[in-house]
C-alpha cells in the first residue's frame, strides 16, 4: 500500500482529532496531495490539498477548523482537526498525486493513489 492512514475515531462535538497518513513508493514524490471525506450516502468530497511547496487549499466548511500539513523528511501528510462536528462524521481518506494541485484538486478523478481510509465519528 502507497497511502495508510491512521487516526481516526470517535469524539464529541467541539472536540479534535488528528489524522496521519504514512506515504511510501510512488507517492513520496508526490506534487499533490490531500485529504478526501464520504459520508452514507454522500459522494467524496475534497477537505484540503497541499503541494510540494507547501500551498494548502481548504474547503469551506473547514476553513479555520481543520490543518493540512506534511513532513517531507518523514513522507507523512497530517490533518488536524478541531471545533468538529457532527457533519465531520465521514472516513477520511489520503490521496496522491505526481500532477500539479492545480491539475487534479477539486476532483477526486484527479488523484491517482489512495489510502482505505480511517474512520471519524463525531457526536452530540
Known amino acids: 500500500e502507497h497511502l495508510v492512514e491512521s487516526g481516526g475515531g470517535s469524539v464529541q462535538a467541539g472536540g479534535s482529532l488528528r489524522l496521519s497518513c504514512a506515504a511510501s513508493?510512488?507517492?513520496?514524490?508526490?506534487?499533490?496531495m490531500a485529504w478526501f471525506r464520504q459520508a452514507p450516502g454522500k459522494e467524496r468530497e475534497e477537505v484540503a490539498t497541499i503541494d510540494r511547496n507547501g500551498r494548502t487549499r481548504y474547503a469551506d466548511f473547514v476553513k479555520g477548523r481543520f490543518t493540512i500539513s506534511q513532513d517531507k523528511v518523514k513522507n507523512t501528510l497530517t490533518l488536524q482537526m478541531k471545533s468538529l462536528k457532527p457533519e465531520d462524521t465521514a472516513t477520511y481518506y489520503c490521496?496522491?498525486?505526481?500532477?500539479?494541485?492545480?491539475?487534479?484538486?477539486?476532483?477526486?478523478?484527479?488523484?491517482?493513489?489512495w489510502g482505505r481510509g480511517t474512520q471519524v465519528t463525531v457526536s452530540g
Open positions: 490521496a496522491a498525486d505526481l500532477a500539479l494541485c492545480s491539475v487534479v484538486q477539486g476532483s477526486p478523478l484527479g488523484f491517482e493513489f
Open positions: 513508493g510512488d507517492t513520496v514524490n508526490s506534487y499533490c
